[in-house]
């Protein structure tokens, strides 16, 4: 049995629709029933919350595989879970990472990452560590200012990144789920393409038939403000500050071939990505 956390997610609610397509047997751990509605009803859905270790017992009972994504900025609910997975005899975790985990020095997204890496480790149960790069979906951050004004912040100017879809980090997640071989192994995870903020609009305005334009950033908080419309906590948005920063000096971009090794096909494009989901932009800019 396969447990999922953060199945509401961009990342979980693919590895959901994943795993239910292969037939795997799996349950869905939920805080809001309301907002799992749309997800496949074969699998059990579980409520419980991470942030409450009472709740978690009934919810991880009969697990063998567990696919642990926490939320937030601390360790609290990756302690939590998994302490809740060596109580039910859990054999393997597959944890959600991040590839800031890999910076010299590493920064603070990274560390908040490596604490949970460590925790992990530290129980001695079976892992496999996915640490992806950017998000194709961070895009729908952008929907806030498109909507007011037809623009794009831009934080990183000419930085390089390799955007991933997070339907292909969902596949790498069920390949680690049910099939041996993955144990122990920590997998970096981007796309194939390399863009600046500016090329990836061009490409989401083009899906969207819609003029979109590019703002530099001129100040830091507008630069959290292009990640988090809604504001971030200090700590997070210090940290995103110091991410730009160094996006903005990769001007080369980082990326590997970790997806197409792992799943034999190519990863999923930014255009396709965009072609999906245009209907969102589309409506955002009319």
Same mark, same amino acid.
Do not use: K
């Given at each position: 049995m396969i447990l999922v956390t953060g199945a509401t997610?961009? =990342?979980? $609610?693919?590895?959901?629709?994943?795993?239910?397509?292969?037939?795997?047997e799996f349950r869905v751990l939920v805080r809001d029933p309301a907002r799992a509605a749309a997800l496949p009803q074969r699998p059990e859905h579980v409520v419980a919350d991470l942030g409450d270790p009472a709740t978690l017992p009934a919810a991880f009972a009969g697990v063998d595989r567990l696919f642990l994504l926490t939320p937030g900025i601390g360790v609290e609910h990756t302690a939590?879970? =998994?302490?809740?997975?060596?109580?039910?005899?859990?054999?393997?975790?597959? &944890?959600?990472? /991040?590839?800031?985990?890999?910076?010299?020095?590493?920064?603070?997204?990274?560390?908040?990452? &490596?604490?949970?890496?460590?925790?992990? $480790?530290? /129980?001695g149960m079976p892992a496999t560590f996915?640490?992806?790069?950017?998000?194709?979906t961070n895009a729908f951050d952008w929907l806030p200012t498109i909507r007011e004004g037809g623009y794009v912040l831009d934080p990183v100017g000419p930085g390089r990144y390799a955007p991933i879809d997070p339907a292909d980090i969902a596949a790498v997640a069920a390949l680690a789920?049910?099939?041996?071989? &993955?144990?122990? $192994?920590?997998? =970096?995870?981007?796309?194939?393409?390399?863009?600046?903020?500016?090329?990836?609009?061009k490409v989401l305005a083009a899906a969207a038939g819609r003029d979109i334009e590019v703002r530099a950033t001129a100040t830091?908080?507008?630069?959290v403000t292009s990640r988090f419309p809604h504001g971030a906590p200090p700590a997070l948005a210090d940290a995103i500050i110091e991410g730009f920063a160094l996006m903005r000096a990769d001007t080369a971009g980082f990326r590997t071939d970790t997806v197409e090794r792992l799943l034999g096909r190519k990863p999923r494009t930014f255009a396709g990505w965009c072609a999906r989901n245009a209907d969102a932009f589309r409506l955002a800019a009319g």
């Open positions: 997610g961009n =990342v979980g $609610r693919e590895l959901v629709h994943e795993l239910d397509a292969i037939g795997a939590h879970a =998994v302490a809740a997975a060596r109580a039910a005899g859990v054999s393997h975790i597959v &944890h959600l990472s /991040s590839f800031n985990v890999l910076g010299d020095p590493m920064p603070a997204m990274g560390r908040w990452h &490596h604490e949970r890496e460590q925790v992990v $480790r530290a /129980s996915l640490r992806p790069g950017g998000f194709m789920l049910t099939r041996d071989g &993955h144990q122990g $192994r920590e997998y =970096v995870l981007t796309g194939e393409e390399l863009f600046t903020i500016a090329e990836q609009v830091p908080e507008e630069a």
